[in-house]
Structure formats: C-alpha cells, structure tokens
C-alpha cells in the first residue's frame, strides 16, 4: 500500500502530470483534490500529446479509477468536454468517480472571474478565467452547491435563489451586466445533474475501503507551493491549497494515510501569471530558455500563453520542499538544459543589501535579487539517458546540488517528456 501525494515545489507546470501519468502503471487510484479545470498536466504517451485540465493523470490506464475529491471545483461541462476529447482519440473510457461532496462551478463563476480581470485592468493577476476564485470564494461564504444537492429538485431551486440574490447585485451594479435568472440555471443544473450522475458516490467510503485493502492512491497536485494562498506568494496564489497536507482533506483521507510526499521540481523555474519572480530571464537569454524548456517551448498548456523563465531558483525550491513536507523530490527537464556552458542557480536572495537563505513573505520577495553561483554545463543531449550512471558527470552534479540545497532526497530524475525518459535514483 502506497499514499503518494505528488505536488509541485514550484511555481507549478513542474511536470507533474507526467510524473503521475508514469507513477499511475503501479496505482490503483489517481485523485484530483484541489483546483478545478484551471490546470495543464501535459501528458505524452503512446495515445499521443494531451494537456489535462480537470481530469486526473491516471485516466490512460483503464484499470485505474479516478477520482475528483471533495477538494474540486467541479466545471460539469469542461468535465463531458474533456472526456469525449479523449475517447475521441481512441484512449479507452475511463473509470471515473466523482464525490458527492464535491462543489459544482456555476457557469457565473467564469463569467465573474472574466468580468473581474476586465475591470481590474492593468492589475489582473492573470487568471486563466476558469472561475476558480469566485467559485471558492462562494464555498467558503456558503453560497456554493454541493454535488449532491443537484440530485434534489427542491433544494437545488432554493440554493440558487440564494446564490443569485448576491450574484445579480454584482453583475448590474459592479459590473454593469445583465442579470441572470433562476429558471435557467436552475435547467441548466438539471441537465449537468445527468451528464455526472453516473459518476457520483461517496468518495471518503471508497478511499476508506481501499485503504484497508491496502490500495495505492497518487494525490494529484495542481500548480505548486507558491501559489498556495497561505503559503505562496499571496495575493498572486491561487484559491485553493496547492500544499500535499491538504490533499488529505480535499481527497478525503486521514493526514496520516498519505505515505510519500514527492514533490516535483524543475531544473529551471518557470511562471504563468503575476507575482515577484526572482530568477525571471529577460531578453535573449530568456527567449533562448522558453524556447528549449518542455516539451515544446513552455507555453501555457492552459492558456497558451508564454510562460516567464528563470534560473533554478534554490530558496524558493527549499521553501516550496519545506511546505510539501517532501519526503522525496522528481526533478524534471533535466535535458533542457544541455545547451548550456555554465548554468546558473540563485542560492541566495539579496534583499536591500542584506542575504539570506530564507524565502519572505511577498513584499520582500518583490525586493529581492538573485544571488548566483554558476555549475559546469555537461552539453550534450541526455534524454535518452535510463539510469544515473548514463548521466555526464556534471548533470549528476547538478541532481545533487539540488539535493543539497533542497535537503530532499532525490528519487526520480525526468529527461523527456515521455513515460520512458524517467530514471530512477
Ligand atoms: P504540470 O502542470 O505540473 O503537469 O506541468 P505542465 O504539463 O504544465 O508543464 C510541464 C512541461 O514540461 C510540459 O510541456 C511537459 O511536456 C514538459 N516536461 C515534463 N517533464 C519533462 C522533461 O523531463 N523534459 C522535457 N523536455 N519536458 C518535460
């Protein structure tokens, strides 16, 4: 029995879901249990290339079932859309299950997140307007809608009367829109009820049941430590927590069931969206990385839009590591960066002339420069490389000053996109 949460140590888009897609083969259950239909886990196998938004990584084995925890923002439409695209690639239908306690995205939560950033202007944070932070703003001030309350006629009429009294204040008078009415969402919901009626149980007694059979379960993390909203770079984090102590809670397992914390780590840093970002590339230098990271440039598999490139960044990584609660990490990209002479890595932040090791809060993290120490380059391509011993002598050093500077052990080193190009330590 194994309880792995994989989660990103990073900004994300640290390849988790290749990492999960791999990990999956030896797993009985794949879990999404944050965030909604926000996410990019690029996924390349022998089905071909797929960015996954909401559905976990684990759906191209179909001995696997996966799981949307009460932890989701469940987006109903996104949810069929994304699964008729995948069996219209040929991947075979697979096994889904979908809490009863997980919340519904109303389809006025993406048209706030939309109308939000129009009239935040130049102060937008970059939301990828899936409607992930009016939907867990509404969960938290209890206006949102259970799952399970889509199934009750009655109740599923009064919850959106509800909701609407405050949602059409919004829309006529913050942002002049015209207001919506309860008979049509209410008969928009009843058709989504059917589209997920097949799916829905009682996850938390499934994951129960499966612990004592000593099932395997991956944790799937969305986005990475510093966008989590207490721990990450506040007010540019997302809505949800991002961090593996609560993927316990939002997949619905005991604290102590989780058995492994991996967290996922680039060999470079990279960013989508707003924030302090201390290693960023600009220029040249920048346009070079951006081009080579990934599997194709790293543009957002999302949004499409280009993601700001850095240096490893080894304060934010040990940061990140340290609010995972890692216990193993899976660096990924390692063969980007086999262009290289010298690379770079910031070990230290210079705030106002002051250094430190320790990763602050935002306002200072806005202030701080990079302090750089520079590792021999090994220039060659290493992605065919299997084991460690394949690896040049600086590529092997490179895997180990990450371990030193992170303090976690390293488990997997990725070197391709690909299920194969994964070697472990
Ligand atoms: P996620 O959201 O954490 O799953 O990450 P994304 O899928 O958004 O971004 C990771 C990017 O790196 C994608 O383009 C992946 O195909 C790519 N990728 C993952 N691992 C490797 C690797 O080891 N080498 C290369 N070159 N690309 C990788």
Sequence with gaps: MAVIAVVGANWGDEGKGKMVDFLARDSHFVVRFQGGSNAGHTVINDYGKFALHLLPSGVFYPGVTNVLGPGVALDIRAFAEELESLTQRNVPVPKIAISDRAQVLMPYHKQLDEYEEERLGARQFGSTKSGIAPFYSDKFAKIGLQVAELFDKDVLRARVSHALEIKNVLLEHLYRKPPLKVDDLVDELTAQAEIVRPYVTDTTKLFSEALKEGKTILLEGQLGSLRDPDHGIYPYSTSSSTVAGYAAV????????????LAVTKAYSSCVGAGPFVTELTGEAGEELRRRGGDAGEYGAKTGRPRRVGWFDAVATRYGCMVQGATALAITNLDVLGYLDTIPVCVAYDID???????????????????????PGWKTDISSARSLSDLPKEAREYVEMIERETGVKVKWVSVGPRREQTIRI
């Design 250 to 261: 939002g997949a619905g397992l005991p604290p102590y069931a989780i058995t492994e914390v």
């Design 353 to 375: 002339g002051h250094i430190t090791k320790d990763f602050p809060p935002t306002p200072l993290v806005s202030k701080a420069k990079p302090v750089l120490k520079h590792m």
